[in-house]
C-alpha cells in the first residue's frame, strides 16, 4: 500500500514538473514543413549583411545606405513584410494566437507578425547563398562602422564562441564575461549606452555594466558609472572615443552571456547552424522574434553579446509598434504569461552558467 502511493506521489510530482518546464521553458515546437536537409551547414568563410526594410520606409533607407557601404561589408536588402498589408488567411496560416497571448498576455499584432516573417526571409535569404556569417539589420539603427566592422573582424576570428551573438539589446541583462577580445586598432571605441539603465565603461580586464547614478560631475554627461569611475555619455546616448575620462582602454570588446532576458533584434550575426536552427521552430508565431531567437537552450545553440553596446535601435517609432495595439486580456492570462516568463528568466540564468 505504501509502494503504491509512493508511486502516485512520484507520478504526481513528474507530471506538475513536466507541465510547469512545457507552460516556461520548452514551449517551442517544430515547423512541420521545414527540412533542413534543404540546406548547407558548410559556407565559405566570409561574412554578409542583410537589412529589412519596408517598402514605405525610404527615409530609413536613406540614411542606412551611408552607413553599411562605409561598413565594407557586401549587403542585401531584404523587403520587410508590412503584416497589416496580409489577408487574414495568410497570417492565420502562421501565427498561433491562443500560444501567443498565454505567453505574452497581449493579442498577436499585424506589425509583430510582419517583423518575425521579415526575419525569417533574411534567414532563408542568408542560407540560400554561400556565406558563413550573416549580419542582420533592421533599418532603424544607429552605429558607428569602423567600430562595428572591427568587432565584427575580431568576433569571426573567434566563431568557436558564439552561434548568435546580439549587438543591440534592451533591459540589462546582468552580462556575464567570457572573454575579452582586443580590436584592431585599440583606439577605436564606440559605444551606445541607456543612461536609465547602463553604463558601457570596460577596462582591461573586466567590463564595468552598472546602473547608473546621477553624478554632480559636469564632463559626465550627468550619470556615474560606479562610485570609483565616470563614463563619458555624449548627447545622452553615445559615448566615443575613450571609455574612461583620459584613458585608452586596449579591450574594449567583451563576449558575454546575459543572466536575465534581454531583448530587441535590431542588430546580430549569426552562422549557418544557428539559421537552420532557427528556421526549424519558426513557425507558428508564438512570440515577438525577438523573444524567440534568445532561447538558445531550445536550440542548442551559444546565444551571448557584445559588451559594450555597439548598436541602438529607435524602437519608439518602430513599424511593428505603429501596427500593433495594446488591448486587455482576461487575468488567467496575465498569469500565465507571469509563469512563463519567470520560468524563461530561470532557463536564462542557469544557460549562463550551464550552456
Given amino acids: 500500500m505504501i509502494g503504491i502511493k509512493s508511486a502516485a506521489i512520484t507520478s504526481i510530482i513528474i507530471l506538475v514538473i513536466a507541465v510547469i518546464v512545457r507552460a516556461g521553458i520548452f514551449v517551442l515546437r517544430d515547423s512541420p514543413k521545414f527540412d533542413e536537409k534543404v540546406y548547407s551547414a558548410v559556407g565559405n568563410g566570409s561574412v554578409h549583411a542583410y537589412f529589412i526594410n519596408l517598402e514605405q520606409s525610404k527615409d530609413r533607407l536613406t540614411k542606412l545606405l551611408p552607413k553599411l557601404q562605409k561598413l565594407g561589408i557586401e549587403f542585401t536588402r531584404i523587403p520587410g513584410v508590412y503584416g497589416a498589408a496580409l489577408s487574414d488567411d495568410e497570417k492565420e496560416a502562421v501565427a498561433d494566437r491562443r500560444t501567443y497571448i498565454r505567453l505574452m498576455h497581449n493579442p498577436l499584432g499585424d506589425g509583430t507578425i510582419g517583423c518575425y516573417l521579415s526575419h525569417i526571409n533574411a534567414w532563408k535569404a542568408f542560407l540560400e547563398s554561400e556565406h558563413s556569417y550573416a549580419m542582420i539589420f533592421e533599418d532603424d539603427v544607429e552605429f558607428v562602422p569602423d567600430s562595428l566592422r572591427h568587432a565584427i573582424d575580431t568576433l569571426v576570428k573567434n566563431s568557436h564562441l558564439w552561434d548568435i551573438i546580439t549587438f543591440d539589446y534592451i533591459h540589462y541583462g546582468h552580462p556575464r564575461q567570457l572573454i575579452s577580445l582586443p580590436t584592431n586598432p585599440p583606439e577605436s571605441v564606440s559605444c551606445f549606452v541607456d543612461p536609465v539603465l547602463e553604463c558601457s565603461c570596460t577596462s582591461v580586464y573586466t567590463p564595468l555594466l552598472r546602473s547608473v547614478s546621477p553624478s554632480n560631475n559636469p564632463d559626465s554627461g550627468g550619470f556615474n558609472c ?103 486580456v482576461p487575468i488567467k492570462y496575465r498569469i500565465l504569461s507571469v509563469i512563463h516568463q519567470a520560468l524563461s528568466q530561470a532557463a536564462t540564468c542557469i544557460y549562463a552558467y550551464l550552456g
Fill in 226 to 328: 560606479n562610485p570609483q569611475s565616470v563614463c563619458r555619455i555624449d548627447s545622452g546616448l553615445q559615448c566615443s572615443g575613450t571609455p574612461f575620462l583620459g584613458r585608452v582602454c586596449p579591450n574594449p570588446i567583451s563576449i558575454v552571456k546575459f543572466r536575465t532576458r534581454v531583448g530587441n533584434a535590431g542588430c546580430y550575426l549569426i552562422n549557418r547552424k544557428a539559421a537552420i536552427k532557427l528556421l526549424s521552430k519558426a513557425l507558428p508565431i508564438m512570440m515577438p522574434v525577438d523573444h524567440y531567437f534568445v532561447r538558445s537552450w531550445e536550440f542548442g545553440l551559444r546565444f551571448v553579446g557584445v559588451a559594450p553596446k555597439l548598436v541602438s535601435q529607435d524602437s519608439s517609432v518602430s513599424i511593428r509598434k505603429q501596427q500593433d495595439h495594446k488591448a486587455r
